[in-house]
């Protein structure tokens, strides 16, 4: 009998597995992928290194990087560039820069006089009383805290880059917990940022918080975990059945057509919300897990192209922009990918990542490429002044990308931790549970390993 059988060879498997190995417990991760690290993937393609899932780790927590040390990895760190501190979201057709502080604020030209006011004003306002925020939308907590410019010109394109959803369907609890917490704890979004920046400034909290990628792209970290987890990684493994006794969790998959099984004391479950209802569990988990509300997965194209820099009119001085559903233009956003991290494009070329559908242009989910390349370029000679066509591009689309916490996470979440209660050896991780970003898939394989002491 084993410890534990993960189910999902993305970033949260596969470090689940690996910090079990690492207290030298018997474990087995089964992935139906031939690939390691789900949406992790990093082509190098005509001198061309495109992600075509996420762009960026968050050291968010000092763990992260302690692991990055331990997997030998810190020699192969790719550091953001210091020419892409700017960030940029388009309003009236023009890149403007995101002010980084107050003065910057005044003069800014991001905001109108009264969205700079409704600013100022944001410390006098009264938080929401009992439990009503819990269930409280991004758009309802930011129209009421904030304004309507500031939703429109701020949060709605943040929430376009990092959900490529909704903030009238996202609840701002689940979605954005650190926004819910600094209203909770401190009555105000600026007062409890100017605390937890005297804690920072202090040394009482460390503020390591970096972003970060590797030399030869992200899909370095998954590779690297894979290769420490050696023949106790299952690629290619689509599971068959799950069934449980007194004991434990019998897990059986199919490789190559040949059916293996497993026995464990634990289950973990670290795949989508949308594959656990696919998996063949036993009744009644089964039942139960039928009555489970479905989340939402939008379809997002993310287009990498290249250009050359005598094409482009903008420095692209900046990590990139973030669209308003307001502007004039269909694509999301655009990160500066060769400006972000050096050597990522031939010397004389440029690569830009362009981010496209969503919960805003659902229509686009069939689009082909040359429809999507056309509404690129037409939108990046607006926004940018990039003209001619481009030297290279690649699409990658993701039909079931990134889970909306909306009204029905809350309901999925209550669901799942129904079936931890009920049956103690069973633990659900990853981003349909934890949060949407690779540091917090993390953290969350961090969590169930915790569990086994």
């Given at each position: 009998?084993?410890d534990?059988?993960?189910?999902?060879?993305?970033?949260?498997?596969?470090?689940?597995?690996?910090?079990?190995?690492?207290?030298?417990?018997?474990?087995?991760?089964?992935e139906?992928?031939?690939?390691?690290?789900?949406?992790?993937?990093?082509?190098?393609?005509?001198?061309?290194?495109?992600?075509?899932?996420?762009?960026?780790?968050?050291?968010?927590?000092?763990?992260?990087?302690?692991?990055?040390?331990?997997?030998?990895?810190?020699?192969?760190?790719?550091?953001?560039?210091?020419?892409?501190?700017?960030?940029?979201?388009?309003?009236?057709?023009?890149?403007?820069?995101?002010?980084?502080?107050?003065?910057?604020?005044?003069?800014?030209?991001?905001?109108?006089?009264?969205?700079?006011?409704?600013?100022?004003?944001?410390?006098?306002?009264?938080?929401?009383?009992?439990?009503?925020?819990?269930?409280?939308?991004?758009?309802e907590?930011?129209?009421?805290?904030?304004?309507?410019?500031?939703?429109?010109?701020?949060?709605?394109?943040?929430?376009?880059?990092?959900?490529?959803?909704?903030p009238?369907?996202?609840?701002?609890?689940?979605a954005?917990?650190?926004?819910w917490?600094?209203?909770?704890?401190?009555?105000?979004?600026?007062?409890?940022?100017?605390?937890?920046?005297?804690?920072?400034?202090s040394?009482?909290?460390?503020?390591?918080?970096?972003?970060?990628?590797?030399?030869?792209?992200?899909?370095?970290?998954?590779?690297?975990?894979?290769?420490?987890?050696?023949?106790?990684?299952?690629?290619?493994?689509?599971?068959?059945?799950?069934?449980?006794?007194?004991?434990?969790?019998?897990?059986t998959?199919?490789?190559?057509?040949?059916?293996?099984?497993?026995?464990?004391k634990?289950?973990?479950?670290?795949?989508?919300?949308?594959?656990?209802?696919?998996?063949?569990?036993?009744?009644?988990?089964?039942?139960?897990?039928?009555?489970?509300?479905?989340?939402?997965?939008?379809?997002?194209?993310?287009?990498?192209?290249?250009?050359?820099?005598?094409?482009?009119?903008?420095?692209?001085?900046?990590?990139?922009?973030?669209?308003?559903?307001?502007?004039?233009?269909?694509?999301?956003?655009?990160?500066?990918?060769?400006?972000?991290?050096?050597?990522?494009?031939?010397?004389?070329?440029?690569?830009?990542?362009?981010?496209?559908?969503?919960?805003?242009?659902?229509?686009?989910?069939?689009?082909?490429?040359?429809?999507?390349?056309?509404?690129?370029?037409?939108?990046?000679?607006?926004?940018?002044?990039?003209?001619?066509?481009?030297?290279?591009?690649?699409?990658?689309?993701?039909?079931?990308?990134?889970?909306?916490?909306?009204?029905?996470?809350?309901?999925w979440?209550?669901?799942?931790?129904?079936?931890?209660?009920?049956?103690?050896?069973?633990?659900f991780?990853?981003?349909?549970?934890?949060g949407?970003?690779?540091?917090?898939?993390?953290?969350?394989?961090?969590?169930?390993?915790?569990?086994i002491?």
């Amino acid at each position: 009998m084993q410890d534990a059988i993960i189910i999902g060879g993305g970033i949260t498997g596969l470090t689940t597995g690996y910090l079990l190995q690492q207290k030298g417990l018997e474990i087995s991760v089964v992935e139906k992928s031939l690939r390691p690290g789900g949406p992790i993937q990093s082509v190098n393609h005509n001198g061309y290194l495109i992600e075509k899932g996420p762009n960026s780790l968050l050291v968010s927590d000092p763990w992260i990087d302690s692991l990055i040390q331990e997997l030998g990895l810190r020699d192969d760190i790719s550091k953001v560039s210091p020419d892409a501190k700017k960030r940029y979201i388009a309003r009236n057709g023009k890149p403007v820069s995101v002010p980084s502080g107050p003065f910057e604020l005044i003069g800014s030209p991001l905001f109108s006089f009264r969205g700079k006011l409704s600013l100022l004003a944001e410390p006098f306002k009264k938080p929401l009383s009992g439990d009503k925020s819990n269930f409280e939308t991004v758009s309802e907590f930011v129209k009421r805290r904030l304004g309507q410019e500031i939703l429109d010109y701020a949060v709605d394109p943040f929430v376009g880059g990092i959900y490529a959803g909704d903030p009238d369907e996202l609840i701002l609890k689940d979605a954005f917990p650190i926004l819910w917490e600094l209203e909770r704890n401190h009555g105000s979004l600026l007062k409890g940022m100017r605390s937890k920046r005297k804690d920072h400034s202090s040394g009482s909290i460390p503020n390591r918080s970096q972003s970060l990628n590797f030399n030869e792209g992200l899909h370095t970290l998954p590779k690297a975990i894979a290769k420490k987890l050696g023949n106790r990684l299952w690629l290619g493994s689509q599971g068959v059945a799950i069934n449980r006794n007194d004991r434990g969790w019998q897990v059986t998959w199919k490789r190559e057509g040949e059916n293996f099984e497993g026995f464990a004391k634990r289950l973990f479950v670290c795949i989508p919300s949308k594959d656990v209802r696919k998996l063949a569990w036993p009744y009644p988990i089964s039942d139960w897990i039928s009555g489970c509300p479905e989340l939402p997965y939008p379809t997002v194209h993310s287009l990498t192209l290249g250009y050359r820099r005598e094409q482009i009119q903008h420095p692209l001085d900046g990590f990139g922009i973030l669209v308003p559903k307001r502007e004039p233009a269909t694509i999301l956003g655009a990160i500066f990918n060769s400006s972000v991290y050096p050597e990522r494009a031939p010397e004389d070329q440029r690569l830009i990542t362009v981010m496209l559908g969503g919960r805003r242009d659902p229509q686009l989910a069939d689009s082909d490429e040359e429809e999507l390349v056309d509404i690129a370029r037409s939108d990046l000679k607006y926004l940018l002044g990039i003209t001619g066509a481009p030297s290279f591009q690649y699409l990658t689309t993701w039909k079931q990308a990134i889970p909306q916490y909306t009204s029905a996470f809350v309901q999925w979440k209550s669901c799942i931790q129904t079936l931890e209660t009920d049956y103690p050896g069973l633990r659900f991780g990853g981003n349909s549970v934890d949060g949407i970003a690779l540091s917090s898939s993390l953290l969350s394989a961090k969590r169930l390993s915790e569990i086994i002491d």
